[in-house]
């Protein structure tokens, strides 16, 4: 197995998604993960003392991959089709990446301190896109009177909407889809708003 | 309690919302639900053979809701205000509610049953918004080359990504929110559009 080859920590997070994703948050024990990927209970405590880290360190992960997506500028007129191509990536992706990412935002909705971390991510990941927003805007492409921050904001939870029906999107994903994406981003940013 | 002059079906159904929502699927068992409305366990496998057929029933449940939501035609003029409007709502939706459509979704990603169920609940669900969409495109205020099918997919795509970051939603539940959905929605149907 690659994941063998890795060190112990990112071993142990590749398992605990696996384990997550299968059986949900709940069903799945400490003890489960250490079979999984075959360490004993001590090694486990002391990287992950606790399920809480163990989600922890997945969303830090997941945040990363996204702020990645955002870090370096877009040209202000390519700006609406990474966007629709972000989305449209999403259908592309493994179903239980995609599925882990609703099972802990199913645990973010009765876990505070879950529901805490989930917004910070989404805090960082806003943050970025705003600022990618602001150049576009800068360059004079999206409309003076869009409140970026508001819109990046619909942009994730379009995203988060989008994760948890991709399959569904991907069945549509012809051009209508994209095209009516585009609209619908064209719209929120407006862009060749109305005279 | 109210719950107790409900009939038994109904009574188990509360009951079972309540366990899902704050404990998840998985971590719910039979017993639990019947333990919380006091029934026999007889009385709880009569009404309801399984976990399945529980969610099976929730999510009619919802789905009733929804539809009865988009029953009645829209006149074209108000439908933005009128969708606006139905996301804004999501806001101040009782948090249990909110958070047992996400753990419903969290398990329809790994379930295919449920994801059978859910899937069965969109199309219903974006039928009938399809239909007040094409009665607005009708009376000439939804753009011609607009795929309704796929704007309501998308809405309803929104619609599930807002429930699960309606409190975030809340808190910015500002006039800039509302026009920026609003610019969304007038951009996805095309309406009033750029010449």
Redesign the interface.
């Given at each position: 197995m690659l994941t063998e080859v890795l060190p112990t920590p990112e071993r142990v997070l590749a398992a605990a998604r696996q384990c997550f994703?299968?059986?949900?948050?709940?069903?799945t024990s400490m003890k489960t993960i250490c079979k999984a990927c075959d360490i004993s209970p001590g090694t486990l405590y002391h990287h992950y003392p606790s399920k809480e880290a163990l989600i922890q360190a997945i969303i830090a992960q997941d945040q990363e991959r996204a702020l990645t997506h955002f870090r370096d500028p877009i040209a202000g007129e390519e700006l609406v089709d990474y966007l629709v191509d972000s989305f449209l990536q999403l259908a592309k992706e493994d179903?239980a990446q995609?599925?882990l990412v609703?099972?802990i935002?199913?645990?973010?909705?009765?876990n505070a301190e879950v529901a805490r971390m989930l917004?910070e991510k989404?805090q960082a990941i806003t943050e970025l896109l705003t600022a990618r927003l602001s150049e576009a805007r800068e360059a004079g492409v999206i409309g003076a009177t869009?409140?970026l921050?508001?819109?990046a904001?619909?942009l994730?939870?379009?995203?988060?909407?989008?994760i948890?029906?991709a399959e569904?999107?991907a069945r549509?994903s012809n051009d209508?889809?994209t095209?009516?994406?585009k609209?619908?981003?064209?719209?929120?940013l407006?862009i060749?708003?109305?005279?």
């Open positions: 994703s299968s059986n949900g948050f709940h069903s179903q995609r599925a609703v099972e935002m199913a645990e973010g909705m009765r917004e989404y869009v409140d921050a508001c819109a904001r619909l994730l939870t379009l995203n988060y909407g989008t948890a029906d569904a999107l549509n209508m889809f095209i009516s994406l609209n619908m981003l064209n719209g929120l407006q060749n708003p109305p005279a």
